[in-house]
């Protein structure tokens, strides 16, 4: 049953700490992208990577997020300070795209609660 | 920029009625659109798609109307049940399988 994995389920972590969350995709799907959600802003893109190289990561903050897939298998979503307002369930999602290939369809892991103190 | 709306207020509707729920987009004209279910505490999970040259689309209980020209989806629940309760999302390929969704509205099923 394939699906996708996210670790760690839920982080508390304090103000300046460093949080990494991981997502590993579904085997070969080439899109994986990453989600904020909160209450407030519902859920956002915040990158999204194809083959493995980063397309678009307009809606993450660069000065202190970062999104790498170091391997097919891996990606991963870095905040250095973290700060409170990141408090949000952070989601992995992978698809698959190519000619003739792309159902549209997205497959979400379980998500990321991380809470800022 | 490009914005998705969808009801930010729940909707409460009893067992057996039809439940319908409402996408509104503006400053795009996506490819294809789709509508998934969020239960608390869980990630959406896909439910249906429908193309940009498609005006309906249809799966068991479940129906999708598509007006490229209104900018408009609607989503329709039939025969409505408790477990239909759940959040509902309306998402947008705005290129290159770059997705981005609406804030979702409630839909909770009386019995």
């Known amino acids: 049953d394939a699906r996708v994995t996210q670790t760690p389920r839920h982080k508390v972590t304090e103000m300046g700490q460093e949080v990494t969350m991981r997502c590993q995709p579904i085997?070969?799907?080439?899109?994986v992208f990453w989600y904020r959600q909160t209450m407030m802003q519902g859920l956002e893109l915040l990158a999204y990577?194809?083959?493995?190289?980063?397309?678009?990561d307009s809606g993450m903050p660069k000065d202190r997020f970062s999104a790498e897939m170091p391997d097919a298998t891996l990606a991963t979503l870095k905040i250095q300070p973290s700060e409170p307002r990141d408090s949000a369930v952070y989601f992995c999602a992978s698809g698959l795209e190519g000619s003739g290939k792309n159902t549209g369809e997205l497959f979400f892991g379980e998500g990321s609660r991380l809470t800022v103190l | 920029s490009q914005k998705i709306e969808q009801n930010s207020e729940a909707l409460n509707i009893q067992e057996g009625k039809t439940a319908t729920l409402t996408c509104n987009y503006t400053?795009?004209?996506?490819?294809?659109l789709q509508w998934y279910r969020q239960d608390p505490g869980r990630g959406p999970v896909f439910l249906l798609l429908i193309r940009e040259n498609e005006k309906e689309k249809r799966k068991e209980r479940l129906k999708v109307t598509f007006d490229t020209t209104l900018k408009q989806s609607l989503f329709h629940i039939t025969a409505s049940q408790p477990a239909d309760s759940a959040t509902y999302l309306c998402a947008l390929d705005t290129g290159g399988f770059k997705t981005i969704f609406g804030a979702g509205t409630r839909l909770f099923v009386k019995a």
């Open positions: 990577f194809r083959n493995r190289a980063p397309l678009d």
């Open positions: 085997l070969g799907h080439n899109t």
């Open positions: 400053n795009y004209s996506p490819a294809y």
